[in-house]
């Protein structure tokens, strides 16, 4: 079926360091693909999303390119910031199944 | 804002004891979703309903039930619950199907339920 594989945690950076969080996917068709992240103590809420091959999401100083020939969506972030510290979770929308399918998350800690 | 919301944020139940978790949505979506959260294992999917009276089986419906009577409103009962339960559960609401790309998930902020 399909499924979404993401970089196990926890990744540990220092302030304004490069960030990158990688997450490739399986998919029947042509899925669009999603990051989601959450902060301590709430629930998920959606980062960029991307539809196409060679569409790039972007938010908050953090983006991803969809790219097809390698199955990727990695999430990349130039200088990261403590307030970023939080699960981030890859996800694809399947229409084999019609549901969203998640990552296992990659936890990241951004140290002052 | 969409907003999910869910009724408790930590409970303490005992085994056996038949447990409501509660969620509301204000934004009149057509879809609402019930998903536990475990370390390593990621979000998944217990129950969702795309209509009011209407549910499908997620991947884990084992030992759960839900309940839409209402459309804004999303129940998830233990009948009996057990250790293996304890767990983050999380509500989400969507205005289309999860193959439409234009309706991503909104999520509440979770029900941490530690069962003794």
């Known amino acids: 079926g399909d499924s979404v594989t993401q970089m196990e945690g926890p990744v540990t950076l220092s302030e304004e360091a490069f960030l990158t969080i990688n997450c490739t996917y399986t998919?029947?068709?042509?899925?669009?693909l999603f990051w989601y992240v959450q902060y301590p103590g709430e629930g998920l809420q959606l980062l960029l999303k991307?539809?196409?091959?060679?569409d790039k999401g972007s938010n908050k100083g953090f983006e991803a390119t969809y790219r097809k020939e390698t199955t990727s969506f990695h999430l990349e972030k130039g200088s990261v910031q403590v307030s970023d510290s939080a699960v981030y979770f890859c996800?694809?929308?399947?229409?084999?199944?019609?549901?969203?399918?998640f990552g296992k998350g990659t936890r990241l800690h951004i140290l002052p | 804002d969409v907003k999910v919301t869910q009724s408790s944020r930590y409970l303490v139940k005992r085994t056996g004891e038949k447990v409501f978790l509660e969620c509301v949505q204000d934004?009149?979506?057509?879809?609402m979703f019930w998903y536990r959260q475990d370390p390593g294992l990621g979000l998944r999917l217990i129950y969702f309903?795309?209509?009011?009276?209407?549910?499908e089986k997620g991947d884990i419906p084992e030992g759960y039930s839900v309940s839409r009577e209402k459309k804004e409103r999303f129940s998830l009962i233990l009948e009996s619950a057990s250790t293996s339960q304890t767990s983050m559960y999380l509500c989400?609401?969507?205005?289309?199907?999860?193959?439409?790309?234009?309706?991503?998930?909104?999520f509440g902020n979770g029900t941490r339920l530690t069962v003794t």
């Open positions: 989400a609401s969507s205005l289309g199907t999860a193959s439409s790309y234009n309706s991503p998930l909104h």
């Open positions: 998919a029947t068709g042509y899925p669009s």
């Open positions: 991307a539809t196409k091959a060679d």
């Open positions: 996800a694809l929308s399947s229409y084999r199944d019609d549901k969203i399918i």
């Open positions: 934004m009149d979506h057509e879809n």
């Open positions: 309903s795309y209509d009011v009276k209407m549910k």
